[in-house]
T-cell receptor, first 115, second 113 residues
Framework: NAGVMQNPRHLVRRRGQEARLRCSPM?????VYWYRQLPEEGLKFMVYLQKENIIDESGMPKERFSAEFPKEGPSILRIQQVVRGDSAAYFC?????????????FGPGTRLTVT | QQQVKQSPQSLIVQKGGISIINCAYENTAFDYFPWYQQFPGKGPALLIA?????SEKKEGRFTISFNKSAKQFSLHIMDSQPGDSATYFC????????????FGKGTKLSVIP
């Protein structure tokens, strides 16, 4: 029973390039969450998605960041025109449908480095 | 505004000792309090969780104590082992319209032989 899968695990981008981070939730889970972790910090919520819908994007920066969870395929977190401050670990979590939104299981993360 | 405050930032405990990590929250709408364990280079793993209708929950060597009136909760690790060395995060969740976990800043635990 595979857990939450994220790829790539490490991503290096130069300033101004685009970063695409992918997340496949646990089998049977239909809710996906993205969090960002800066060094020596806790995780900060970015966005919550269900299939084809963004439910809560209150933690997402207004510019350059977007997220989707299409009907088929993984959830994608897209960062356009990356800057050095975007360097962080990005974690995806998933939870089961119904009332299980509080039980969030995390993937291994994508560590983004912007040079 | 940090809604979940965690202390200490780091903790060194001898093998066999008790590790205690504390968290305090402000938002009374929080109704689920999980603890996560994170090893370097890995994602956070759900360790144990509690709801505010109970004052204590125990799973193996891990115990959560919860004080609703003080808005505080803590993680106790009994008989701490070197393999417990990791960063521990407390978190809080409100089912009232928000689906996000609010995390503390983490405690780096080192268990020395």
């Amino acid at each position: 029973n595979a857990g939450v899968m994220q790829n790539p695990r490490h991503l290096v981008r130069r300033r101004g390039q685009e970063a695409r981070l992918r997340c496949s939730p646990m089998k049977g889970h239909s809710h996906v969450y993205w969090y960002r972790q800066l060094p020596e910090e806790g995780l900060k919520f970015m966005v919550y998605l269900q299939k084809e819908n963004i439910i809560d994007e209150s933690g997402m920066p207004k510019e350059r960041f977007s997220a989707e969870f299409p009907k088929e395929g993984p959830s994608i977190l897209r960062i356009q025109q990356v800057v050095r401050g975007d360097s962080a670990a990005y974690f995806c979590a998933s939870s089961p449908p119904g009332t299980g939104a509080h039980e969030q299981y995390f993937g291994p993360g994508t560590r983004l480095t912007v040079t | 505004q940090q809604q979940v405050k965690q202390s200490p930032q780091s903790l060194i405990v001898q093998k066999g000792g008790i590790s205690i990590i504390n968290c305090a929250y402000e938002n009374t709408a929080f109704d689920y309090f999980p603890w996560y364990q994170q090893f370097p280079g890995k994602g956070p793993a759900l360790l144990i969780a509690i709801r505010p209708d109970v004052s204590e929950k125990k799973e193996g060597r891990f115990t959560i104590s919860f004080n609703k009136s003080a808005k505080q909760f803590s993680l106790h690790i009994m008989d701490s082992q070197p393999g417990d060395s990791a960063t521990y995060f407390c978190a809080a969740y409100s089912g009232a319209g928000s689906y996000q976990l609010t995390f503390g800043k983490g405690t780096k635990l080192s268990v020395i032989p």
